[in-house]
């Protein structure tokens, strides 16, 4: 309470101003192109677009809304950063119209967000897809984990970390759809010998826990920075144990425990002190490949194709600025929790394995989605 | 009662802070965007908050609140004036007001059906702030007691407004409102993804149709076609008749109900996943069960207006609660508005409420201002608003044409937005044409995505909990809250159709020829068999079985009707046309000469993008059509232009690009 009364007298935001610079912003649209330089690039006067190809209110719009203020003052001339919502076909839409933007005509003035909800259809051969990231060019890739939870009582019958004593138990789970993030918890799930029936169609994970804290579903998960906000308190208070969490990747691409929650076994020590499941073979690499694709390079942001190596430097350097700010974590935190921010080759390399799946786990997880939900991607 | 004994003081810190001058102007600076935006068709509360949105960053907290929350607030406030004036429902949450607000304007009373509205609109904000107040300290158990078959069960409530609704044979509701149910299945399945009426090769169609362009569809462009076509104004007589004030005493007059609609209102807002499509259809149809006289609803029945406009500001209240003590947005602005939150640092969920109960007072007490200076600002002004239905609607209609297609271009910004609305404009037309329902198709459309999703759910965990044992099923799917619920269902539809007959939501219609009524029945029932059909070869039953048996409902009641058409005379009201007789019969245009010019725009739009062809539109319209000089043809043409390239620069949007386009790269707005 009385850090409301401190900040009450803090600045009075320039508020009159915004919708005049708005005006003029978009009308600077169709001015002058950026000077694409040696000395770098210069944005003054511009408005650089940032677009998502979610609607305003999911986790991508809040992710984008974090950056924007900022990388408008990283920036080399403080361009006016305006964040542009093209939702449609679970995300599809947007990156196929970013797939036709050219840096020429943009020059430096569009940057695009993609997510975990991107790739997946790029990854299962959607037939909607239309867009190549191989033709994009990364400038900065963050990634986030996962944490799955269950009531006390079921909780109780995991031996340690084995979790056979739930292989008896019918689970019943919101989810947003088989070919979402939500693959990945009902594939390792699936790996644990645990029966869990998917209940589809809910809007947004928050619906899920939503369903759980009702007792209609009993079990659930959430990534990083909604667990931190919304199952933690329920922890607190007693009506939810953490089971496991998903995992983190280390340098060298392996998984390792989510350093946001130390205490938490990951899925892969589940797996492994589990009988019943395997950290080897097919089941596991694929859900190793689209854990990856799914967490650890969840959000990313592009330039079109054909992008300048001074307009790719230039973002990355901004980005970089972004980051090494001192006050950086401490704001990050309630948005995107610690998670690695990655410029530079660091991204390059999260791209790289967020986007290439074997053939074989492709393969795995697309039979198994028509044997086990009828779902098929043709 | 120790948690309300605390409350007291944070509730008296929080409004010392909201009053300091500074916090005051964010919260009219809110305000106004807030009534600017709402009164644009399909921009509503998102646009509005995404346009501050970059502005929160850095703010201070209580700033940014009144900021956000003095938006939020009024956005069901100034939508009215579309409703009522155009008879274009603004928003969702203003659908049902269009019913009796529009005809009012019609009679002359707009500036009276304005100020009902706002009066009411203030006292349903007040009310909602109130319980939200006392009720976010408690209501995270009644929200939790709200499960999946509870809220089937308040949308199911919603669809059996349609009873009341049906106009005058309950077979047409039904079959309109079936007809409503079957478009919005159209698009990929929640549950298993199954394509219904749509295909991969047509994107557009795989996201489905939007309430928007359907609001806009079945409403706007049925009305504004028939109006031009008379060539007169809104008000019939040019002339303006009852003023503010006497709205203002009918809001009095009905201050009970205004209360038990702002109650509807709160309550429902309240439960997370309904959102505020189902609330003003509820409020209205308990305004017109709980009154006496019912003849004059439908045809410009005050209480019409004052019911839906009571519920729908309450419901901002109610549906904060979820919002903040959950972190679940209860609508797409609240979820917009917890992204703003984040933004200033603060985090929503239960420990707003225990750690931090003076924000969650600032925002209450926003809530209230808001309502306040919104709707005062509002009623200041409606007397002089109401002078435009007094112009001759010829001058109005292409303002009229351009907001609608660029409120339609929002949903999805693709051409295909604009050949949605035309189709769906065109289905509007017919459906007012041979009086079917539209009010009926509308709830059915709006409640078609929930009703399929929850009772899909329901079921499914329904029958896991059966496998469980018997017991554990039953005390699942029959709650209390349930029983509860169906009992006012059974005994809503019941009165419902004992009252359909007098209550004529689009007037009483004339009756001529057989031929044309048939063979518009013969297409719903044609497109009934094909979307029956369509289902049927999905794979998966989670994916057909709604569309399938909301199809069936639909042929059996096309098909009896289809026998009474084959047996009744002419005059049977299942022949009902309004081109036979009334206002369109005898109006001095035809009905698709006029409809040729909305079609010209989009077509022209397809070629040369949007502002091009607004500009060759525009000019044309007002110097051939309605017949003006150069000089004030060009003048009011540039004045269309030039506002609408100011909203969508403000609200830094794109217009439909056209083939044109493709070839050369125009500057903004011509792109």
Redesign the interface.
């Known amino acids: 309470?009385t850090d409301?009364?401190k900040?009450?007298?803090?600045?009075?935001?320039p508020?009159?101003a915004?919708?005049v610079a708005?005006?003029v912003?978009?009308?600077a649209?169709?001015a002058a192109p950026a000077q694409a330089g040696s000395h770098g690039m210069d944005l003054s006067g511009e408005t650089v677009e940032f677009v998502i190809p979610f609607?305003?209110?999911?986790g991508s719009?809040?992710w984008a809304?974090?950056y924007?203020?900022?990388l408008s003052e990283a920036l080399p001339g403080n361009p006016t950063?305006?964040?542009?919502?093209?939702p449609?076909?679970g995300s599809t839409?947007g990156a196929?119209w970013f797939q036709d933007q050219t840096f020429e005509?943009t020059n430096g003035t569009l940057i695009f967000g993609s997510s975990g909800s991107t790739q997946f259809p790029y990854l299962l051969d959607d037939?909607?897809v239309r867009y190549e990231y191989g033709d994009w060019n990364v400038v900065l890739a963050s990634g986030t984990g996962g944490v799955a939870y269950l009531p006390p009582d079921i909780a109780e019958q995991m031996d340690g970390m084995d979790a056979t004593g739930l292989q008896d138990i019918?689970f019943?789970w919101?989810s947003q759809?088989a070919?979402r993030l939500d693959l990945v918890p009902l594939l390792a799930w699936r790996m644990l010998g645990m029966n869990v029936?998917p209940?589809?169609?809910?809007?947004?994970r928050?619906?899920g826990?939503?369903?759980f804290?009702?007792?209609?579903a009993n079990i659930d998960y959430q990534t990083s920075s909604s667990y931190l906000?919304?199952v933690t308190?329920l922890v607190e208070g007693g009506s939810a144990v953490p089971m496991m969490s998903w995992g983190a990747l280390d340098e060298a691409g392996n998984i390792v425990r989510d350093p946001t929650f130390p205490d938490m076994p990951s899925f892969k020590e589940v797996c492994e002190a589990t009988p019943a499941c395997s950290t080897e073979g097919e089941a596991w690499d694929a859900w190793k490949a689209f854990f990856v694709a799914g967490f650890p390079a969840q959000k990313m942001v592009f330039l079109p194709q054909g992008a300048s190596d001074d307009a790719i430097a230039t973002y990355t350097q901004a980005f970089r600025d972004i980051i090494a700010r001192e006050d950086f974590a401490e704001m990050s935190e309630?948005?995107l929790g610690d998670y690695p921010q990655m410029t530079g080759d660091a991204a390059k390399e999260t791209l790289r394995q967020g986007t290439q799946v074997p053939a074989e786990a492709k393969a795995y997880v697309k039979d198994w989605l028509l044997e086990a939900?009828?779902?098929?991607l043709d | 009662m120790e948690t309300l004994l605390a409350a007291l003081p944070a509730l008296g810190e929080a409004f010392s802070l909201i009053l300091h001058p500074t916090q005051i102007m964010y919260l009219i600076i809110g305000v106004v965007l807030g009534l600017s935006v709402g009164v644009f068709p399909g921009l509503g509360g998102i646009a509005g908050l995404s346009l501050v949105l970059p502005f929160m960053f850095g703010m201070d907290p209580v700033s940014g609140l009144a900021l956000m929350v003095g938006l939020v607030a009024v956005v069901p406030t100034s939508d009215t004036f579309a409703s009522v004036l155009m008879g274009i429902p603004g928003s969702s949450a203003s659908q049902a007001t269009v019913l009796d607000g529009f005809p009012m304007a019609r009679k002359g009373e707009a500036a009276r059906a304005l100020s009902a509205a706002f009066a009411s609109s203030l006292f349903g904000g007040l009310l909602g702030a109130t319980v939200l107040t006392f009720f976010i300290l408690v209501a995270r158990p009644l929200v939790l007691s709200f499960g999946t078959p509870e809220m089937l069960m308040i949308t199911i409530l919603g669809l059996s407004m349609v009873a009341i609704l049906a106009g005058r044979l309950p077979l047409k509701g039904l079959a309109a409102a079936c007809l409503g149910l079957l478009l919005g299945t159209i698009g990929e399945a929640a549950a298993g993804g199954g394509l219904r009426m749509a295909t991969y090769d047509i994107p557009y169609l795989i996201d489905g149709v939007t309430l928007v362009i359907v609001g806009l569809g079945i409403f706007a462009i049925p009305e504004i076609v028939s109006l031009l076509r008379q060539d007169g104004s809104i008000a019939r007589n040019a002339s303006l008749g009852a003023g503010w004030m006497r709205g203002v005493r009918d809001w009095f007059a009905n201050i009970w109900l205004s209360v038990r609609c702002s109650v509807i209102g709160v309550l429902v807002g309240v439960i997370p996943g309904l959102g505020g499509s189902v609330v003003d259809w509820i409020a209205y149809g308990h305004t017109v069960q709980s009154t006496k006289d019912k003849s004059k609803f439908g045809s410009g029945d005050v209480r019409g207006v004052i019911g839906p406009e009571s519920s729908n500001n309450a419901k901002e209240g109610g549906g904060l609660v979820p919002t903040l003590i959950f972190g679940i947005p209860g609508s797409g602005s609240m979820a917009v508005f917890l992204g703003g939150l984040a933004l200033l640092g603060i985090d929503a969920g239960p420990q707003l409420i225990t750690n931090d109960l003076s924000t969650t007072y600032t925002i209450v007490w926003s809530l209230a201002l808001a309502n306040v200076v919104g709707a005062g600002l509002c009623i200041a002004l409606s007397g002089g608003i109401a002078r435009l239905t007094t112009i001759r609607f010829t001058l109005l209609a292409p303002f009229l044409f351009m907001m609608i297609a660029f409120a339609a271009f929002q949903s999805r910004q693709s051409l295909g937005d604009l050949v949605a609305l035309m189709s769906i404009g065109i289905l509007g037309i017919f459906l007012r044409r041979f009086d079917w329902s539209r009010p009926a198709f509308l709830i059915g459309f709006v409640l078609s995505y929930q009703a399929e999703n929850f009772a899909n759910q329901a079921h499914q965990i329904a029958s896991f909990r059966f496998r469980r044992g018997w017991m554990d099923g039953l005390e699942y799917i029959f709650s209390p809250i349930v029983l509860g619920i169906l009992l006012v269902t059974v005994i809503s539809i019941m009165v419902g159709l004992r009252q359909a007959k007098q209550i004529l939501p689009e007037g009483k219609v004339a009756t001529g020829r057989k031929r044309a009524p048939l063979v518009f029945l013969l297409l719903m029932l044609a497109y009934s068999i094909t979307a029956w059909i369509n289902a049927w070869m999905l794979r998966l039953t989670s994916d057909k079985i709604f569309p399938m048996t909301v199809a069936t409902v639909g042929i059996i009641a096309l098909c009896i009707l289809l026998i009474r058409m084959m047996r009744a005379p002419e005059t049977d009201p299942v022949f009902a046309d309004r081109e036979t007789g009334g206002e369109d019969a005898e109006a001095p245009h035809g009905l698709w000469t006029t409809l040729a010019w909305f079609g010209a725009l989009l077509v022209l739009s397809a070629l040369l993008g949007f502002i091009i062809a607004l500009a060759l539109f525009m000019v044309a319209f007002f110097r051939f059509r309605a017949g003006l000089g150069w000089a004030r043809t060009l003048i009011l043409s540039g004045l269309g232009i030039a506002g609408m390239c100011f909203i969508a620069g403000t609200l830094n949007r794109d217009f439909p690009p056209g083939l044109l386009q493709e070839f050369v790269r125009l500057p903004w707005p011509l792109t």
């Open positions: 309470m409301l009364t900040l009450n007298i803090s600045k009075p935001a508020l009159a915004f919708g708005a005006v912003a978009s009308f649209l169709a609607s305003e209110s999911g719009a809040k809304n974090f924007a203020p900022l950063v305006v964040v542009k919502y093209m449609g076909a839409k196929n005509e037939p909607r019918d019943i919101g759809g070919t029936e209940v589809f169609g809910i809007e947004g928050g619906d826990r939503l369903m804290e009702r007792g209609e906000k919304g308190p309630v948005t939900y009828g779902v098929s």
